[in-house]
């Protein structure tokens, strides 16, 4: 998945820091519902499989470039980042067009990162914990923060979240914090990851959306 670069890493470390003396204003409450149409946009560092019917000379595997296009036979420089393949496949359709005549193709996607707006961003002490795959950078410990980027899955909750990420031994759990975009304004609210794994109380385990971002503090000693 992205990294976050370090500039970035720099301004959310602050960021945690400010949170942490200022703290959040109100708890992430189980009372979001997220949206029913949510389909998955291809974004870049995606591998898209293309399927031309009648054309295997035409069929291929195409990574989607930092810059969100992709480069196939016959098609060069097309646009693919922030479509869904549905209608990557009909761009393709309509530049293989003036080659062949009625071109059928389907778009497939493997490698999941999609856009930044449907990931789900973690920074903080992640990885080391017992159940997850750990974040970018290993275990973490007492150095810097780590930063992660997972894509985001309908009905995605906050468990599948850090079972993915890892949680470090240094985490304040009950100080976390999502930051999300409620009409068009970034708003911080409390989580509680240490009651919900420490204590089972599933009460915390309330629905992410894409674009969160999870922000996990340093735990006081």
Known sequence: MPIFSKKLLCYMNAFVLMLSV?????????????????????????SVNIFVWGNPELSTSAPVRPDGKITVPLVEELLASGKTPFELARDIEKVLSTYIKSPQVVVMVSGFKGISTQQIRVIGRIGGGSGGSGGSGGSGGVGRYQGKSIPYERGMTL????????????????????????????????????????????????????????IIPDAYF
């Open 159 to 214: 468990l599948d979240v850090i079972i993915q990420i890892g949680l470090n031994q240094y985490a304040d759990g009950n100080r976390a914090s999502v930051i999300r975009d409620v009409n068009g304004e970034l708003k911080p609210f409390g989580v509680r990851i240490d009651d919900l794994i420490d204590d089972t109380d599933l009460s915390a385990n309330v629905l992410m959306m894409p674009g969160d971002i999870l």
């Open 22 to 46: 200022m703290g959040c204003s109100q708890p992430l409450l189980e009372d979001v519902q997220q949206a029913a149409d949510y389909t998955y946009q291809i974004g870049p560092g995606d």
